[in-house]
């Protein structure tokens, strides 16, 4: 899984190149996640299903209920520490996608998520939250850093914490809100 920032968009490339079954999210998660894989798109598109605005377009839309497990999940960073700390861009997309895929059991605690970040992102500590996901490898143009001992990750989603106008207008959130015992009206 690789959020569909434009600084992981290469990434995205070379899981394509490496035959790896790619799952993305939309940007913003608004339609949900897509899958890309080599076995339905052809060599010519792959950079352009890559972009941001070619996920959705080029993509196949993947139902919650057929996510499957996630190997890997990749991500960028403004900031990462040696303690698995990370700081993302403020939006919290990342971590939702994460506590979704939580949720619906595609990953576990000991699924691992990789930070591509340049050295210069690399602190001994950054701050964290109950509410962030921490990063077990950080990768660098220089440099593998494996985190030794990282805080434990949210185990699916704070419902009680999350605004009303977020699980609507995150389509994977507002169809769990819909399937569980928090939906109170039809």
Same mark, same amino acid.
């Not at 139902?63 to 861009?89: F, I, Q, S």
């Not at 939006?91 to 210069?120: C, H, N, Q, W």
């Given at each position: 899984?690789?959020?569909?920032?434009?600084?992981?968009?290469?990434?995205?490339?070379?899981?394509?190149?490496?035959?790896?079954?790619?799952?993305?999210?939309?940007?913003?998660?608004?339609?949900?996640?897509?899958?890309?894989?080599?076995?339905?798109?052809?060599?010519?598109?792959?950079?352009?299903?890559?972009?941001?605005?070619?996920?959705? &377009?080029? @993509?196949?839309?993947?139902?919650?209920?057929? #996510?499957?497990?996630?190997? !890997?999940?990749?991500? /960028? $960073? =403004?900031?990462?520490?040696?303690?698995?700390? &990370?700081? @993302?861009?403020?939006?919290?997309?990342?971590? #939702?996608?994460?506590?979704? !895929?939580?949720?619906? /059991? $595609? =990953?576990?605690?000991?699924?691992?998520?990789?930070?591509?970040?340049?050295?210069?992102?690399?602190?001994?500590?950054?701050?964290?939250?109950?509410?962030?996901?921490?990063?077990?490898?950080?990768?660098?143009?220089?440099?593998?850093?494996?985190?030794?001992?990282?805080?434990?990750?949210?185990?699916?989603?704070?419902?009680?914490?999350?605004?009303?106008?977020?699980?609507?207008?995150?389509?994977?959130?507002?169809?769990?809100?819909?399937?569980?015992?928090?939906?109170?009206?039809?």
């Amino acid at each position: 899984m690789v959020p569909p920032d434009k600084a992981q968009q290469q990434v995205r490339v070379n899981a394509l190149m490496d035959g790896k079954r790619l799952i993305a999210a939309s940007p913003g998660l608004r339609q949900a996640f897509f899958l890309l894989s080599r076995d339905f798109l052809r060599p010519k598109d792959w950079a352009r299903a890559c972009r941001s605005s070619g996920i959705s &377009r080029f @993509g196949r839309p993947l139902p919650l209920e057929e #996510l499957g497990r996630v190997d !890997l999940m990749a991500t /960028g $960073a =403004v900031a990462v520490g040696l303690n698995g700390g &990370r700081v @993302g861009k403020g939006s919290g997309y990342f971590d #939702l996608e994460y506590m979704i !895929l939580r949720e619906l /059991g $595609a =990953v576990k605690e000991s699924t691992p998520v990789v930070a591509l970040v340049d050295d210069l992102q690399v602190f001994d500590e950054v701050p964290m939250e109950d509410k962030d996901v921490a990063v077990d490898v950080i990768i660098t143009p220089t440099r593998t850093i494996r985190i030794r001992e990282r805080p434990r990750r949210p185990e699916g989603i704070p419902w009680d914490r999350l605004p009303e106008r977020v699980i609507r207008r995150v389509k994977p959130l507002w169809e769990l809100f819909r399937k569980g015992p928090h939906f109170d009206s039809p």
